[in-house]
């Protein structure tokens, strides 16, 4: 059953990769329904294996670690996995009705979809530097090739920027790979952590880590090094947007937090934790300024994930030399944080994908009147600025009152002035956005009404941001799952 | 879990549902949307009415359940969350029915009824919660669901009066949610208790627990609207009436209010508060509010600011009768949470009248309106001398009762400020009524609708006259047992220990 379900969500993606490179729009848009609907099952089955067994090392092809692929099952992956073919199939279907069928080009979404999907899975289920490297380069070729599927000349500068900005970041990474396979002789990242924990540390592996996470942030858009992502994600379809902002950018993320959970404790040091925590925080108040200053409604959405990834980094700090307790909160604030905004902001790129649609601008004043016209997406959006506010009871609530229990038990008061300032800087922006929706005399007379599966994806998605915070015990418990049969985590 | 522990959760699911299913309805649904309405606001009194007589006897409801590790979702029917809850959900019923004839041929009703009953579910939510955490979660409900009334009409002035009032609402609520954090982290989830839970604290908690207090009413004062924290209060006037309405009498300042009665009572619990010296500084404050609210409102010639820093002074009443610390002065205090939502939300119905009816917004071109409505206008009178403290109206009974504890309390001042403030009360309010009922009718009304013979539409002028007879009951029957006093020493006598 297992070995099927494992099949299932590493084969699937690939498959239906090349099955949809042959084919045109309307066609590869039946089979990828179809796809969909199969790695959504198939996903589910695995949660529901894993909640109830506990995780499980799966070794591929029956060759066992040094020698073979080892992959880790465990309850933080396969929540990810899950998040992921939620985020990916509404993004999906979206796509299905929101990307015009008679552009050719449009056709090639398909594919580049199914890439990254497959992508993102080995970067969750990887537990070896090279692995997690291939699914990160997979990501990032397939994220390019989908922001410049917007067509414009502004879109292909936006790709190229960004491919420049995630060629460099993978480099970093490798490079910080072979150091580590030089030292340590071995790839597998829980064989390096033994090692480590053996007394085995050599001098230098502190900066083959410092390297890693230099790439891997330029792959999350950290402060300073995030100028990449706000064109990219702005000049992208929704649909695109929203697979980038949701999932993209969490899988470089989460390689860095995994290597940072597993070798902080030996090779990390109190001044580069706090140099993450303080980039995040800075990420926090200049990507919400960002957003508060924008007039086009994708930028003020794409500026506000440079922020919110910024919380994200709060991790290194909290989790640095404290204690169990302390830690396991900071990694459920973390958890929760990547899930809500995830789930959020992919409802809100939709949803804000379908009021452009309907305006026929990207301006947020031309919003005047769409009230009237549109107030089910608008709603939407809502909701999910609500998670990003992290206002109750929703997600994003649940993760800021972690990392506000967590900062507070360690002492570190000063991330609190991140976490309640960056929330109002945040209701700033939103609230900018609420704001020119009910003004009522609008300069536009004629709106157009997009179907209404286009508006109801994202109300799906911005509802179960909200309710992430009221089953935030239920999904966290799963989470903190470890291996069944006791190793690892 | 039997159906008697979830009777909370329906109540608050009647509000909920109906916020849900007007959202779906279509604009034009008008009668459907009015019918789903007022089916669920009287659905809700009946369920809050169950709850009272169940507490009375005794029997207990709530409902608790983990919902981020380390803190529970806790709902809970005592006899302090009836007060308020009895109170919103009968001026809901009623504020419904207002607003269905104020919004009548206006357009976006379904948003406006939609965020309504969202509003009205948030305020049951902050009554039921029976932990500080879950009283934050509906209290930023409140906050969000009450922006898109402020700024219903969606002019320049309504949207920049949207923006004051969400910068002071979400400050407070950042606030207050740093004080909630921090006492979690000092001593974990507190559920509500009576007596609070720090009768006998450690030594050096006493420094980190003052501080978090101050943190705490800081923020809850800004839907409190203590003076320095009111600035959104007038602001936010150019809201529709029955929003003004429920903004002032029932949801968001009673929130605040409410939350520093929890706080007070069964967090920090009055000996400990007392003991910390902390009450002795909110008095003041509260003191200072009162009079200061009371002054402002003579200079203003809107008849809904004059209403607005009415509020603002009223609502400090409260807040004193807490920091008066003994039974009788408490109990001033508590049921004026009911007695001034009543008056309030007469007087602003009232208001609407005028303004909906007449096109009268300004105290001046009041001359002459007793004549042409009458029945609004004897509202009108009845809630402002309740306001000034005539008896035996309900407003005396607050006053009186306060002072009876003040002197209890060995706190004479405060029986100066009540003096003063019940003195500026008469001054702001006695010129409207000799204009209302004495003045000469100088030029046309602006602009005039007529209803037939009726001064005004059933649907606007029923409301008022049913609160103003609240008011006069609430005043003669003070001493019945479930009069709002009678139900405040119920209160006191089983669940603040004094």
Known sequence: ?489 | MTATALLPVFALMTSLTAAVIIFALPEQKHRLRTFVNLTAAILKLLLVGLMIRGVFQGKAYGIAFPMIPGVEFVLRADALAMLFAGLSAALWLLTTVYSVGYLENSPNRSRFFGFFSLCVASTLGIALAGNLFTFFLFYEMLTLSTYPLVVHRGTEQALRAGRTYIIYTLAGGAVLLFGIASLHVLSGDLPFRPGGHFADMAPDLQMPLTIVFVVLIAGLGVKAAIVPLHGWLPVAMVAPAPVSALLHAVAVVKAGAFGIVRVVFEIYGLETAGALGLLSGLAAIAAFTILYGSVMALYQSDLKRRLAFSTVSQVSYIILGLCLAGPVGVAGGLVHLVHQGVMKITLFFCAGNYAETLGLHRIDELDGAGRRMPGTSVAFTLAAFGMIGTPPLAGFITKWTMGTGALAAGMDWVIAVLVVSSLLNAAYFLPVLRRIWFGEQKDPWREERQWGRSETSAWLLWPPLVTAGFLLLAGLLASAPFSPLGWVELIITREVNL
């Open chain 1, 1 to 489: 059953m297992t070995l099927w379900l494992m099949a299932g969500l590493l084969f699937t993606p690939l498959a239906w990769a090349v099955l949809t490179l042959l084919t045109g729009f309307r066609r590869g848009r039946a089979i990828t329904w179809l796809g969909i609907v199969i790695q959504v099952l198939v996903s589910l089955a695995l949660w529901a294996v894993v909640a109830a067994e506990g995780g499980f090392q799966y070794p591929l092809g029956g060759w066992q670690a040094p020698l073979g692929i080892e992959l880790r099952m465990d309850g933080l992956a396969v929540t990810f996995v899950l998040l992921t073919a939620l985020v990916a199939a509404a993004s999906g279907l979206h796509a299905g009705f929101y990307l015009d069928p008679d552009k050719d080009w449009h056709r090639y979404f398909w594919p580049l979809f199914w890439f990254l999907w497959a992508g993102l899975n080995v970067v969750w289920l990887g537990n070896d530097l090279f692995n997690l490297y291939v699914g990160l380069e997979l990501i990032s070729l397939a994220a390019v090739g989908l922001v410049a599927l917007g067509g414009q000349s502004e879109a292909l500068r936006a790709a190229i920027r960004y491919l420049m900005a995630a060629l460099l970041g993978s480099l970093a990474y490798l490079l910080g790979v072979a150091l580590f396979y030089g030292q340590f002789g071995s790839l597998s990242l829980s064989g390096i952590a033994s090692a480590l924990n053996q007394d085995i540390a050599v001098e230098g592996s502190g900066f083959a880590l410092i390297l890693m996470f230099f790439g891997l942030a330029l792959k999350t858009a950290l402060f300073p090094m995030h100028r990449w992502l706000p064109p990219a994600h702005g000049i992208a379809r929704s649909p695109v947007s929203a697979l980038l902002s949701a999932l993209v950018v969490k899988g470089s993320f989460y390689i860095a937090a995994r290597l940072w959970l597993e070798l902080g404790a030996t090779l990390g040091s109190l001044a580069l934790a706090q140099l993450l925590g303080v980039l995040g925080g800075m990420a926090v108040f200049w990507g919400g300024w960002q957003a508060f200053r924008h007039s086009k409604l994708k930028q003020v959405v794409a500026y506000s994930s440079v922020a919110q990834i910024g919380y994200l980094f709060l991790l290194f700090p909290l989790t640095w030399n404290t204690t169990e307790a302390v830690i396991i909160q900071a990694q459920q604030a973390m958890t929760l944080q990547v899930i809500s905004h995830a789930l959020a902001k992919a409802a809100m790129f939709l949803s804000a994908g379908n009021l452009i649609l309907s305006v026929g601008s990207n301006r947020l004043n031309a919003l005047a009147g769409v009230s009237h016209f549109l107030p089910f997406s608008l709603f939407s959006f809502g909701l999910a600025g609500v998670s990003l506010m992290g206002l109750p009871p929703t997600g994003g609530f649940a993760a800021k009152w972690l990392f506000l229990q967590a900062s507070l038990a360690t002492g570190q008061w000063w991330w609190l002035v991140v976490l309640l300032g960056g929330g109002l800087l945040s209701a700033a922006y939103v609230f900018r956005v609420y704001r020119a929706s009910f003004v009522e005399d609008s300069d536009i007379d004629h709106f157009f009404h997009p179907s209404r599966r286009l508006e109801i994806i994202p109300m799906i998605l911005a509802l179960l941001s909200l309710g992430l915070g009221l089953m935030a015990e239920p999904v966290l418990s799963v989470m903190a799952l470890a291996f069944a049969n006791g190793e690892g985590t």
